[in-house]
């Protein structure tokens, strides 16, 4: 079974400053990865995926994320936040149920708020 | 434009009643996913259909039902016998749910209130 784990659900960064967002997986198979954003009432947005390609994967926004095998994490970075970047942020992994089909799991979620 | 709709954005229940969420999607996509989400508990899969008239069950299937007679529709009914409905439910799609992997896509999610 696969598992997603994001350290800290909430994190507050000024304006500016790095975003770092942590996510740790459990998987007994090679993982697909992504992260999602959520803004308040809407639905998640892809914004970006690893799937066994390049280590370093880049997304929308400026956001991206490098997949660490030996320490089983793929943590979520920008080096410059923006007030427009203020959502909740939900790590997932891809599983394979027992009808063969692949499904998500997902994180608990990360809050991140903004200061000016 | 191709994407998810889902409807109504908001729905109110009394206790006792049966409410049909609904979800339609233009992408041609073979499967679709219901979600919950619950604030702190991230998103937990209630059904997902590969195919049309085909659906199986997620990890918190007790008290909801689903139907897949056709391709871009899969309405997810809330029945009385779900304790706890109160929530935000959030309907996805991706081109295919099998080996070769391809993200989902959401729709903008009914938030649920029982009275």
């Known amino acids: 079974a696969q598992s997603v784990t994001q350290l800290g ?50 997304g929308i926004n400026g956001f991206e994320a490098e997949f660490k095998k030996s320490e089983t994490s793929f943590h979520l970075t920008k080096p410059s936040a923006h007030m427009s970047d203020a959502a909740e942020y939900f790590c997932a992994v891809s599983s394979i149920s027992s009808g063969s089909a692949r499904q998500l799991t997902f994180g608990s979620g990360t809050q991140l708020t903004v200061l000016p | 434009d191709g994407g998810i709709t889902q409807s109504p954005k908001y729905l109110f229940r009394k206790e006792g009643q049966n409410v049909t969420l609904s979800c339609e999607q233009n992408l041609n996509h073979d499967a679709m996913y219901w979600y919950r989400q619950d604030p702190g508990q991230g998103l937990r899969l209630i059904y997902y259909s590969q195919i049309v008239n085909d659906f199986q069950k997620g990890d918190i299937a007790e008290g909801y039902s689903v139907s897949r007679e056709k391709k871009e529709s899969f309405p997810l009914t809330v029945t009385s016998a779900q304790k706890n409905p109160t929530a935000f439910y959030l309907c996805a799609s991706s081109r295919s749910s099998g080996v070769f992997y391809n993200e989902q896509f959401f729709g903008p999610g009914t938030r649920l209130t029982v009275l």
């Not at chain 1, 994190?11 to 992260?35: H, I, K, T």
């Open chain 1, 9 to 58: 659900s909430h994190v507050s960064v000024s304006e500016g400053a790095l975003v770092l967002l942590r996510c740790n997986y459990s998987s007994s198979v090679p993982p697909y990865l992504f992260w999602y954003v959520q803004y308040p009432n809407q639905g998640l947005q892809l914004l970006l995926k690893y799937t066994s390609a390049a280590t370093l994967v880049k």
